[in-house]
């Protein structure tokens, strides 16, 4: 199997940008043609949470729209609806492909048997699935991250900043991709200060239960663990996350965000004093580049592995309060260093 090795790896920043807003349970599209008259652009599927929950899919979302205005290529996002199958993904990637979408990318790992499936049907569209490598095709770019590196950073950041020797981190799914941000995190935390407690929760099993879309189950989760004393809370959980933000900043606490640099989302400005930082990991980038590698011509089917050494994931520093802290800020340059050197080996499961 090849690696995809023409489509070069964006830096974090690529992570902030501005995020257009989608509506909820419908598609943005604009069914411009590209010159060469056959692709009308790029078409994402979104995972569960869609647009507008301001980590995980909103990456997906800015950089389709940078792709759209940077390349002048067409765009259209479709929504996904509760307690669908995978027969109902099946019809939505087909149905893009159908239309003249090159690439069509699967937001989430959750697409996999919907795209191995499909992109064997259709193989003269590229296919993008972004937290999955399993799909061993030529027209299916596999994006994925070493999430487990920029959680350690989030951990040593933790570490440093709480006053409570308590911090908490909360999990939407309990699933191996999820694990790989808690392992980080408690092993970042534990390598800095082995007298921080960390307290661990997952919201649900299945995404289907609400694990990643849920701000009230987020916002429950982290008013008990900051109940029971921490006063840092990291979360994995996509929309509810947002819950989980809400629950520290009402209690004057400082909330990690994921994913995207939450302190700069809009719909969360009411509470970014309180988000220390984010771990972030450049779904916008990749998402940019496998549509480059499309007009180009030039895309091929394999694993992109985006890591801290190459800025596909990092810790966000939007937060002044965060650039402040002196001693956290050496302790995370000093992680930094070692991570990228090889000599700090981060777990991905406890």
Same mark, same amino acid.
């Given at each position: 199997m090849r690696r995809v090795s023409r489509i070069a790896l964006a830096s974090a920043a690529t992570a902030a940008l501005a995020v257009s807003a989608t509506a909820c349970g419908?598609?943005?599209?604009?069914?411009?043609?590209?010159?060469d008259g056959k692709s009308k652009g790029v078409a994402i599927a979104y995972d569960i949470g869609g647009a507008g929950d301001q980590s995980f899919n909103d990456a997906a979302t800015a950089g389709m729209d940078r792709a759209?205005?940077?390349?002048k290529v067409g765009k259209k996002a479709v929504e996904p609806t509760d307690g669908e199958s995978d027969a109902d993904k099946v019809q939505r990637l087909t149905e893009l492909a159908k239309q003249g979408?090159?690439?069509? /990318?699967? %937001?989430?790992?959750?697409?996999?048997?919907?795209? *191995?499936?499909? #992109?064997?049907?259709?193989?003269?569209v590229t296919f993008g699935i972004v937290d999955d490598a399993t799909i061993k095709a030529k027209n299916v770019a596999d994006l994925v991250f070493n999430e487990e590196q920029s959680s350690y950073l989030a951990g040593v950041a933790a570490a440093k900043a709480t006053k409570t020797k308590?911090?908490?981190? /909360?999990?939407g799914v309990d699933n191996p991709l999820i694990r790989k941000f808690e392992a980080g995190f408690v092993q970042g935390?534990?390598?800095?200060?082995?007298?921080?407690?960390? *307290?661990?929760?997952? +919201?649900?099993?299945? #995404?289907?239960?609400?694990?990643?879309?849920?701000?009230? *189950?987020?916002?429950?989760?982290a008013s008990g663990q900051i109940e029971g004393d921490a006063d840092v809370v990291?979360? #994995?959980?996509? +929309?509810?996350?947002?819950?989980? /933000?809400? #629950? &520290?900043? &009402?209690?004057? %606490?400082?909330?990690?965000?994921v994913d995207s640099d939450q302190y700069k989302q809009k719909a969360l400005d009411k509470y970014k004093k309180y988000i220390l930082t984010s771990a972030t990991k450049d779904v916008?980038?990749?998402?940019?580049? +496998?549509?480059?590698?499309?007009?180009?011509?030039?895309a091929e089917g394999g694993v992109v592995r985006a890591d801290l050494k190459s800025g596909g994931v990092g810790l966000a520093d939007s937060n002044p309060e965060f650039t402040k802290m002196k001693d956290l800020q050496a302790a995370v340059k000093k992680a930094e260093q070692g991570i990228t050197s090889g000599k700090i080996k981060v777990k991905t499961a406890l």
């Open positions: 419908g598609t943005s599209s604009d069914a411009a043609k590209n010159d759209a205005k940077d390349l979408y090159n690439p069509v /990318i699967g %937001v989430g790992y959750a697409y996999a048997p919907a795209i *191995k499936e499909v #992109a064997a049907k259709n193989p003269d308590t911090v908490g981190f /909360i999990g935390v534990q390598d800095t200060d082995k007298s921080v407690k960390v *307290k661990r929760q997952f +919201l649900t099993e299945k #995404a289907e239960d609400g694990g990643f879309s849920s701000p009230d *189950k987020g916002k429950e989760a990291y979360h #994995a959980a996509g +929309l509810s996350g947002q819950g989980v /933000i809400e #629950a &520290a900043a &009402a209690k004057k %606490v400082w909330a990690i965000g916008a980038g990749a998402v940019y580049n +496998l549509v480059k590698s499309v007009k180009d011509d030039k």
